[in-house]
């Protein structure tokens, strides 16, 4: 399966996928050394990753870098296996660190509720242990902040813009020269899948941070997520 668009001469998004009916827009970011922005699910790195790597005569040993959007577990849950096979540093916003380095903290905060609110508790072990098949705990070393300025070389520099609401440590990634804000799941609109709804853990802090984005100067929104229009 083709999944990668080189859409940029420095930026390649990676398309993966993950049962059932998800997916997940990585990029492939190419300063002075290779940087990952979010990972996908636990396969991700070696089904689309590395496909999309060798493409261009690399593999996941020459990725140094690897930055998450946030901490949920499509977007870290290959950070570790792309971490055994480069040696690479993982930087992830703060406030998800706990999550992102214990699945069953994250089970129980972000989906554990759903099964209670609809009456599915019966269901809840099963499907969290489904759930865990698709992430590893990630390793963190360093916890990026809000305003923190990411220099990658060759013209590549990210501000971190703190975007709450989908989860608390949700953050963009915002390349000005370029007008590219890579968003992970900060964007939601009506969801990612046709006859669902967005995840928005925190919709009072959603709705301040999608005014923080309409003042920045956007040429392209890179999503983390297909986009379904309201």
Same mark, same amino acid.
């Given at each position: 399966?083709?999944?990668?668009?080189?859409?940029?001469s420095q930026?390649?998004?990676?398309?993966s996928?993950?049962?059932p009916?998800? %997916?997940?827009?990585?990029?492939?970011?190419?300063?002075?050394?290779?940087?990952?922005?979010d @990972?996908?699910?636990?396969?991700?790195?070696?089904?689309?990753?590395?496909?999309?790597?060798?493409?261009?005569?690399?593999?996941?040993?020459?990725?140094r870098?690897?930055?998450?959007?946030?901490g %949920?577990?499509? %977007?870290?849950?290959?950070?570790?296996?792309?971490?055994a096979?480069?040696?690479? #540093?993982?930087?992830?916003?703060?406030?998800?660190?706990?999550?992102?380095?214990?699945?069953?903290?994250?089970?129980?905060?972000?989906?554990? !509720?759903?099964?209670?609110?609809?009456?599915?508790?019966?269901m809840?072990?099963?499907?969290?242990?489904?759930?865990?098949?698709?992430?590893? !705990?990630?390793?963190?070393?360093?916890?990026i902040q809000?305003?923190d300025?990411? /220099?990658?070389?060759?013209?590549?520099?990210?501000?971190?813009?703190a @975007?709450?609401?989908?989860? &608390?440590? /949700?953050?963009?990634?915002?390349?000005?020269? #370029?007008?590219f804000?890579f968003?992970?799941d900060?964007?939601?609109?009506?969801? /990612?899948?046709?006859?669902?709804? !967005?995840?928005?853990?925190h !919709?009072?802090?959603?709705?301040?941070?999608?005014? &923080?984005?309409?003042?920045?100067?956007?040429?392209? &929104?890179?999503?983390?997520?297909?986009?379904?229009?309201?």
């Amino acid at each position: 399966m083709h999944t990668d668009f080189r859409f940029h001469s420095q930026v390649t998004q990676i398309g993966s996928y993950f049962e059932p009916g998800g %997916h997940v827009e990585l990029y492939l970011l190419e300063g002075d050394y290779l940087a990952l922005i979010d @990972t996908g699910c636990v396969d991700a790195p070696e089904r689309f990753i590395a496909p999309a790597l060798r493409e261009r005569g690399l593999n996941l040993k020459d990725v140094r870098l690897i930055l998450n959007t946030h901490g %949920h577990f499509d %977007h870290t849950g290959g950070n570790a296996r792309v971490v055994a096979a480069s040696a690479c #540093e993982v930087w992830l916003p703060a406030p998800d660190a706990a999550i992102a380095g214990d699945p069953d903290l994250q089970f129980d905060e972000c989906y554990r !509720p759903d099964y209670q609110l609809t009456e599915r508790t019966h269901m809840v072990e099963a499907a969290k242990a489904d759930w865990k098949k698709l992430c590893e !705990p990630s390793p963190i070393n360093r916890r990026i902040q809000a305003g923190d300025v990411l /220099s990658l070389g060759r013209g590549i520099e990210l501000r971190v813009v703190a @975007t709450p609401g989908h989860s &608390l440590g /949700s953050v963009c990634f915002y390349w000005e020269r #370029e007008g590219f804000l890579f968003t992970g799941d900060s964007i939601a609109g009506g969801g /990612s899948r046709p006859g669902g709804l !967005p995840f928005i853990y925190h !919709p009072q802090d959603y709705e301040r941070s999608m005014d &923080l984005v309409e003042k920045l100067d956007i040429n392209v &929104l890179c999503l983390g997520h297909h986009y379904v229009s309201l």
